[in-house]
């Protein structure tokens, strides 16, 4: 339940001083801590705190003492016959709130006696305990805000008439500093803030007269210096006046608080807060079994450990307002007159835990013998284990403590507790001790967790509240998962733990893991770690479904991609093999993760090549014919066609630099019936270009066959790349279908073109580069006669097609791009006789003339054709 | 500007309007104006006295007659014009009692009552309006004494049989308790807060509340009462009302832990403790411990209450 928008705007908080702001913020968590947790269905109210407010003398009258007792009886039989009406706690936390606002409003509008009224008749509240303890906690917080509203609007009106120069008001206000002295302040300001203190102390009741005096604290600052340590220490002993234990303790947080803001330097009245709280613990804190007057009240209404969860926030607070120097004291006054484990808790959690881990088999020991309570012997255990991590043991105890302590956490037969205060001592026993106790704690969660699911069906809500308590203990088990060699990951708990998680959290978890191991760890071999980490990214990839995004999916693939780019088998390359062809199987929904695998297998052949320095042997090249059999498998399986088209040719060249030619044969004929897809999977054109490129550099190596002729792949490729071109697109929109064929046709050029340069390289005598071990066309066709006729009909071929395509070409920049393109194969590739240049002159020509006369290159144009025709001239004479 | 009506203000130097014997009482006195007119010498003047009141039903004699303790007039402004809007004037005197008397505390009692006041009284003749008008202001008269050093606390302890007002028959049929405690000081400062302890020894029933009463005595000499009898015999009526009863405590408090006693003594209901001839004024303090049952224990503390220099 939350507070609301309509809660009244916060008043302007009076200045005290430079310290103020870690304890504002640690009250703001803690007040917003005990809003969420006490809650009640209902609450009983009397009627008198819903009637008109006029119950309280502001005027003084005559009395005689006579009369005075029975003024008192009268007043105590009032509230016994007091009538009680219920509300919801909407409807009480509304009421509160038109109330907070209603003290506000009323002092704006200058109705300043009202506004006090108000203010008392809501302190009062603190004082009932019996209508809805449960609820009591959040009362507080709520009166307690009013309260702060009120003393600023004090405050701010004693500012005012201190920056107010009193001869001349309506003239310049003078600011007051920030750290002003009491010597700043006029005397106009001095009697109000006098005055105010004279009223609030003549109030009769004592605890609306301590509340208001302790929200009015800041104020004191107008009237003395250095006065707080008294003031805190007389407020700190009229505590002891409020019998209830409940209304003390919170009176005390409040206390605390202020004097937090107002003077943190003083401590010694904290320290006797927390010291009478303790005291006065003996009244009732064994519970109903006192069998005192007191402790029958208090138990009528509310159950034993049920009313110790009442107190929790108030000794929460004010154990971490005592100075951290009086643990020694604190713990007498607990052993003296306490001994309850919801005290025990916070007296561990908020004094560090370098005052007791020097003594911690004693602390051990305290635990153990503490009362019961929420908290319970677990709750004691868990705080002193999170003061462990920083301040461990000494090592003479360590075994000691941790084997005290497991005794009786692991008899605990609820689940939660158990996996809570087992999170904080694995992470104590990870940070502090060995890999063996490591293990010993390991085995006995997962059998606790165990018994858990098969005692209950952990159905729904339990099974959630399971989850969330295991959320850290996973976290705490990713974080050290490095630890120890990977100790963690290569126990199989982590594992069977993953496993009680539903399916988007141990993702979640999985993907943490997978990181972590990834950032931290180095190249592995261990099998039962690699186990591990494969078992995780399997049941990852299991969990990603047709719904998950695309990000997503890349994501765990890259995640995937990091633990594979991790093993590391060494010399086993067969055992490398064989993970690459179980990840394969295991993964085979991600292609960003089959496609690393092809390029690990890749880099197998190429690291085996490397090993027997480029002589395979038998047995080597048994095995990379087995790696590309893999790759060639695997590829078919990817989804995007350039990017099989790319793998192809990798794997092409990979298996000609391994001296496997009839594999490479296949990679590449599969490339090249691949091409005619490449329009229709959406490939741009750019990229098959580019690809075509990179093929034709690689086809200059391959040797021709003895059964299909020397250039047989060349002519495959034209038909590939022609059919890529003409692919008949199925659009409505006739306009891009042209433009797009268009486009192709051009690229087609462009590919030809390209091509060409292929087929001139093989007419070299020596190609420009080959592969070691392989025989290219050079070595096996030695520019024979055939060889050359064969090929020079081709390449007539080539160029016969281009110029078909550039006539076809619209006119504009494309076709001059075509044309000079044309020229520069021309020039690049053929000996430059006349004929040569004659046709590129021409085309030169033409470009100049053409459509866009050559744009911006026509200087440059006209001087190439300059230069053309005075060569040709030349050549004439 | 010509304001609406015409008024009288006074207003003093001190915002707390306190002064001592000896002190210089200063102000200025603003006259609003409508329209202006001429005015002889004006004058504002202060009093003091001391009322008496019969206590009881009996009213038979009279009213007693107030003693005077300070009469002062004192010249503002000599005849003249009054301008129209406000006009200003300062005025000071000296603080003393009449004939050279002690002048006293100012103090609003049941019975008894000090009270100061500055009066301005305008004429205007028969057809206008008078213009008047009194403020109070305080007079605090430290003692002549040298200062207090020396603390004169008071322990005390109750239990049933100390109690004076039950039979000694009966005590046992009360319920046990035992109830310690001090005052630190009987003699007060009046300027300071009064404090002590009560710690709840022991109690068979749970206590409901601890109070601390301040109870005001004040006694008036018999022959002013009746009317009659010998002046000289100090012989007086006394009655006690309470000034303020505060809570010291809220319910069932821990045995043995000592519970502060601390009240701040109100500002002119208080005065110090002062004896004439004619009337006497005294304070006492009452714990009150009222238990469950409804039964209360009380024990008075005769306190005296001092201001120093």
């Known amino acids: ?98 109330l907070h606002k209603e003290i506000a409003r009323a002092w704006t509008s200058g109705e300043r006696v009202l506004s006090i009224k108000l203010m008392i008749k809501c302190t009062k509240l603190l004082a009932d305990t019996r209508s809805a303890p449960q609820f009591y906690p959040t009362v507080f917080v709520m009166v307690t805000e009013m309260l702060d509203t009120f003393g600023s609007l004090v405050y701010e009106r004693i500012k005012n008439k201190a920056e107010v120069n009193p001869e001349n008001p309506d003239g310049k206000r003078k600011r007051l500093p920030r750290d002003f002295e009491p010597s700043d302040i006029n005397v106009d300001a001095c009697e109000t803030c ?328 180095e190249e592995t071999d261990d099998p039962v770690l690699i186990n591990t980490l494969f078992e995780v990214s399997r049941a990852l990839h299991d969990s990603l479904d047709s719904l998950t995004p695309e990000g997503e999916q890349r994501h765990v693939a890259s995640l995937i991609n990091g633990f594979i780019e991790k093993v590391n088998f060494g010399k086993d390359f067969e055992r490398q093999l064989n993970t690459y062809v179980e990840c394969r199987s295991a993964f085979s929904n991600l292609d960003d993760v089959k496609e690393r695998l092809i390029l690990c297998t890749n880099r197998l052949c190429m690291r085996t090549l490397a090993m027997v320095k480029g002589r395979h042997s038998k047995k080597t090249q048994a095995f990379v014919k087995g790696c590309l059999a893999f790759n060639h498998i695997t590829v078919p399986s990817i989804e995007s066609v350039l990017t099989r088209l790319n793998l192809l040719v990798y794997c092409g060249w990979v298996g000609l630099r391994n001296t496997c030619l009839p594999q490479t044969d296949t990679f590449l004929k599969a490339a090249i019936s691949l091409v005619p897809e490449a329009g229709a999977s959406g490939a741009a054109v750019g990229e098959v270009v580019r690809w075509v490129g990179n093929f034709c550099g690689l086809l200059v190596m391959v040797p021709g066959s003895p059964e299909f002729g020397p250039f047989y792949l060349m002519h495959a490729l034209i038909k590939a790349v022609g059919k890529w071109a003409s692919t008949d697109e199925e659009s409505s929109n006739a306009a891009v279908v042209a433009m797009n064929a268009a486009a192709r046709n051009h690229a087609k050029a462009k590919c030809l073109m390209t091509m060409v340069g292929t087929c001139s390289a093989w007419g070299q005598k020596k190609l420009p580069y080959g592969c070691a071990g392989v025989d290219s066309n050079d070595t096996l066709y030695g520019g024979g006669k055939d060889y050359m006729e064969e090929l020079g009909e081709l390449i007539k071929g080539i160029l016969g097609e281009v110029v078909v395509e550039i006539e076809a070409c619209a006119e504009g920049a494309m076709k001059d791009e075509l044309m000079l393109g044309f020229c520069e194969t021309l020039l690049g590739y053929f000996d430059r006789d006349d004929v040569c240049l004659k046709v590129v002159k021409n085309m030169v020509k033409k470009v100049e003339k053409g459509g866009t006369g050559g744009g911006k290159w026509k200087a440059w144009l006209a001087q190439v054709r300059g230069a053309l025709e005075k060569e040709v001239q030349s050549r004439a004479q | 500007m010509n304001p609406e009506h015409s008024s009288i203000e006074i207003t003093l130097s001190r915002f707390d309007r306190i002064y001592r014997p000896g002190e210089t009482v200063s102000g200025s006195i603003s006259i609003t104006a409508k329209d202006g007119w001429s005015h002889p010498a004006l004058t504002v003047t202060a009093t003091g006295t001391a009322t008496l009141s019969k206590p009881g039903d009996d009213k038979a004699g009279g009213e007693i007659p107030p003693r005077k303790l300070l009469e002062e007039t004192v010249e503002f402004a000599p005849a003249g014009k009054l301008a129209m809007g406000v006009n200003r004037f300062p005025f000071s ?203 209360c224990v009380t024990e008075t503390f005769p306190v005296t209450l001092h201001r120093t220099q």
Request: aromatic share 8%; charged share 25%.
């Open chain 1, 194 to 521: 006098r005055n105010w203190f004279y009223k609030i102390a003549s109030v009769r009741e004592v605890l609306p007269r301590l509340y208001l005096e302790m929200c009015l604290l800041p104020c004191y600052k107008f009237l003395s210096k250095g006065e707080y340590p008294k003031v805190l220490a007389r407020m700190a002993a009229t505590l002891r006046g409020l019998g209830d234990p409940l209304v003390s303790a919170y009176a005390g947080v409040y206390l605390t608080k202020m004097g937090g803001v107002m003077a943190p330097e003083a401590k010694e009245y904290a320290d006797a807060c927390v010291q009478d709280y303790l005291t006065r613990f003996s009244d009732y804190g064994d519970g109903p079994s006192l069998n005192t007057s007191k402790a029958k009240r208090i138990y009528e209404n509310v159950e034993h450990h049920e009313y110790l969860h009442l107190h929790s926030p108030a000794v929460d607070w004010l154990m971490s307002q005592a100075s951290p120097s009086t643990f020694k004291s604190v713990i007498k006054g607990y052993r003296d007159n306490c001994g309850n484990s919801m005290v025990l808790g916070w007296i561990v959690d908020k004094f560090s835990a370098r005052n007791y881990s020097e003594n911690a088999a004693a602390m051990v020991t305290l635990a153990r013998q503490a009362k019961a309570s929420r908290t319970g012997l677990l709750g004691v255990f868990g705080k002193l284990a999170r003061g462990f991590q920083a301040f461990p043991p000494p090592q003479e105890q360590r075994m000691l403590v941790l084997n005290e302590v497991w005794k009786y956490v692991t008899k605990c037969e609820d689940i939660t507790s158990y996996i809570a205060c087992a999170t904080e001592w694995l992470e104590v026993v990870l940070l502090h001790y060995s890999p063996l106790e490591l293990s010993v704690l390991m085995r006995d969660i997962v059998k606790h967790l165990q018994r858990a699911e098969g005692a209950s069906s952990t159905s729904g809500g339990q099974g959630e509240e399971l989850a969330r308590a295991l959320d850290p203990l996973v976290q705490l088990l990713v974080r050290h998962s490095y630890d120890y060699n990977g100790a963690i990951l290569k126990g199989g708990e982590l594992l069977q733990i993953l496993d009680k998680f539903k399916n988007s959290h141990k993702a979640d978890h999985s993907k943490e893991l997978l990181e972590t191991f990834n950032k931290n760890s």
């Open chain 2, 93 to 295: 005197f000296p603080l003393k009692g009449l004939g050279g008397k002690m002048l006293l505390e100012t103090y609003h009692g049941a019975y008894v009552s000090v009270n100061y006041h500055l009066a301005v009284v305008m004429e205007r003749g028969r057809m206008k309006r008078t213009l008047e008008k009194q403020v109070e202001f305080i007079v605090e008269v430290p003692m002549t004494k040298k200062s207090l050093d020396e603390a004169v606390p008071l322990p005390f302890e109750i239990t049933p049989k100390s109690l004076t007002n039950v039979k000694s028959t009966k005590v046992s049929k009360v319920p046990d308790f035992v109830v310690t405690g001090k005052l630190h000081r009987s003699n007060c400062l009046i300027n300071l807060p009064f404090t002590g302890d009560v710690t709840i020894e022991v109690s068979e029933q749970p206590i409901s509340s601890i109070e601390l009463q301040l109870v005001r005595v004040e006694s008036i000499n018999k022959a002013l009462v009746t009317g009659g009898g010998d002046a000289g015999a100090k012989e007086y009526v006394t009655e006690r009302t309470e000034v303020e009863s505060l809570q010291m405590s809220a319910g069932d408090v821990t045995r043995g832990l000592p519970v502060p006693l601390y009240m701040v003594l109100p500002r002119v209901y208080t005065c110090p403790t002062l004896s004439t001839a004619q009337f006497k004024v005294e304070f006492e303090m009452n714990i009150v411990v009222v238990f469950e049952d409804g039964y």
């Open chain 1, 1 to 98: 339940m939350s507070m609301g928008s309509s809660a009244p705007p916060p008043a302007p908080e009076p200045d005290p001083g430079p310290a103020e702001n870690p304890i504002k913020a640690r009250w703001a968590a803690h007040k917003a801590a005990i809003l969420k947790s006490y809650q009640v269905t209902s609450v009983k109210v009397s009627a008198a705190f819903m009637a008109e407010e006029d119950d309280i003398e502001v005027t003084k009258s005559v009395k005689s003492v006579d009369r005075t007792r029975d003024r008192l009886r009268q007043l105590e039989g009032d509230s016994a016959s007091e009538k009680q009406m219920r509300m919801t706690q909407t409807e009480y936390t509304d009421e509160l709130k038109r």
